[in-house]
């Protein structure tokens, strides 16, 4: 009987390597640009880097501690700079309130020496509640990158706080802009619910909330097609 | 009317003395403070780079010096 089939023993199965290049989207500032609504297009700024900056898209001056060597930062989020008017307006009174001191207070003269120590205390004492503020609003992240989100808390003095969680355990954003100044202005909280030990991390009064929670939806979905495609980092 | 002229003269000497042993303790507790505001900066600026380190370490030091500054004439002229 004629044999069906014939195994070629000894020879190796030849596998057909391909090296492609792993596009993703994540890494191409203009491709996920374009993946965006037209309306969310417009309000993105163009990937240049400003040190002070409430909203960075794709920032390429920015380190952090446990970062990925090969992890692309997309978004650095800080709150809205609206938020510091609080602080500045109360560093502007603590700056005047000297020369109005003496028609609140009833008039007791310390000597001229007393005087200046004390205005001389006051003013450090101003620098260092603006040099607390500002250094608090700059540091005081969230940062978006192709795999994951950060949140970067400096809590008070020599307390630090920094949450992640990977993208593909993101379970839901939502984003919140109530009344008017936050309206007028075009910041609000998003709200990222986690698989992860940490089950929400919230972006505070960010600028363009709606663009955030976009990009984080494509990055999702990024995420989700390389999972069934089998494509791994 | 001076605070001097409220307090009773025979005790006015001392309380200056220890006004000014307040004030000087005060202001080299916040000597401590600013060194304190240093090492904030110090550990801010490792976690998080953004290029932008600079002008913040100098505000840091101003902010050292002018405390050091205070203190010193504090101690002189009180």
Redesign the interface.
């Known amino acids: 009987m004629p044999d069906i089939f014939v195994s070629e023993q000894g020879k190796k199965p030849k596998v057909k390597k391909t090296h492609k290049k792993l596009h993703r989207l994540s890494h191409d500032p203009e491709e996920l640009r374009k993946t965006l609504q037209k309306e969310i297009q417009d309000e993105l700024p163009k990937s240049t ?1 400003k ?2 900056s409430a909203f960075n898209y794709y ?1 390429h ?5 446990g970062a990925d060597n090969k992890e692309h930062i997309i978004l ?1 989020l800080r709150r809205h700079p609206i938020t510091n008017i609080g602080w500045i307006l109360t560093v502007i009174l603590m700056l005047l309130a000297p020369m109005f001191l003496s028609y609140v207070v009833p ?4 000597p001229a ?2 005087q ?2 004390a205005l ?2 006051w003013y ?1 004492i101003t ?2 509640f603006a ?2 503020k500002f ?1 608090s609003w ?2 005081n ?1 969230n940062i978006v990158t192709d795999e994951r989100i950060f949140d ?1 808390d ?1 809590v008070h ?2 307390y ?1 706080e ?1 949450t992640d969680a990977n993208l593909d355990q993101i379970q839901d954003v939502t984003t919140q802009v109530g009344g008017v100044i936050r309206t007028m202005f075009n910041f609000g909280n998003v709200m990222v619910q986690t698989a992860a030990e940490i089950p929400q991390i919230e972006f505070i009064s960010v600028p363009k909330p709606d663009v955030v929670a976009q990009i984080l939806r494509e990055l999702r979905v990024e995420e989700e097609v390389e999972k069934i495609e089998g494509r791994v980092r | ?3 001097d002229q ?1 307090i009773n003269f025979e005790f006015s000497g001392s309380l200056w003395l220890l ?1 000014r042993a307040f ?1 000087l303790l ?2 080299f507790i ?1 000597l401590i ?2 060194s ?2 240093i ?3 110090n ?2 600026t ?7 380190e600079g002008p ?1 370490r100098f ?2 030091w101003i ?1 050292l010096f ?2 050091l500054g ?1 203190f010193v ?2 101690f002189v ?2």
């Open positions: 880097y040190a002070i920032p001056r920015v380190k952090f501690v650095l008039v007791v003269e310390l020496n007393y200046l120590v001389m205390f450090l620098l260092a040099i607390e250094i700059f540091f992240v970067v400096f003095l020599i630090r920094i | 009317m001076s605070l409220l006004l004030l005060g202001l916040y403070f600013s304190v505001v090492r904030q900066i550990q801010m490792n976690t998080l780079e953004v290029g932008f913040i505000l840091g902010h002018l405390a205070t004439v504090a002229i009180l």
